[in-house]
């Protein structure tokens, strides 16, 4: 038996199918995927996303245009070092491992699913982690 997603798969289409019947269906925009990305860098960009559009984000006077909050959003992930993604995976998880793998109530591990480096390094410079979200729709 299959899935109404699945379904939606259309072969060398992907899920455009879906993200065309959301948009047709009336959503203006629609912010996705289109590979399989890791938890932590995808948490990290959509806090960041979704600050910047609503205009929550210290150095802000008001929100961005969607197109815009993505943009930044990318390029902070992108520039992010070690260090800063260790502290900023603490504060999202509130010390609390997360995942199919974890324990209940069990204190998150400090490296988690962050890629190896040193603490000056930018885990997520790598386009893998940051240039499959895409805006699709009404960009403003």
């Not at 885990?123 to 940051?130: I, L, S």
Request: with cysteine.
């Amino acid at each position: 038996m299959t899935t109404k997603l699945e379904q939606l798969d259309a072969g060398g289409e992907g899920f455009v199918g879906f993200t065309q019947a959301l948009l047709m269906s009336g959503t203006p925009s629609v912010c996705l995927s289109l590979w399989k990305i890791d938890d932590t860098a995808t948490s990290l960009l959509m806090q960041r996303f979704y600050a910047n559009l609503l205009g929550r984000r210290p150095g802000l006077t008001g929100p961005l245009p969607k197109a815009e909050a993505l943009r930044e959003a990318k390029a902070w992930l992108r520039g992010l070092r070690r260090a800063e993604v260790l502290a900023l995976t603490a504060e999202l998880s509130g010390g609390v491992e997360r995942g199919a793998d974890a324990k209940a109530r069990q204190p998150a591990r400090r490296a988690g699913t962050i890629p190896a480096s040193g603490d000056d390094e930018h885990p997520y410079a790598p386009p893998h982690f940051w240039a499959a979200f895409v805006l699709a729709g009404d960009p403003d």
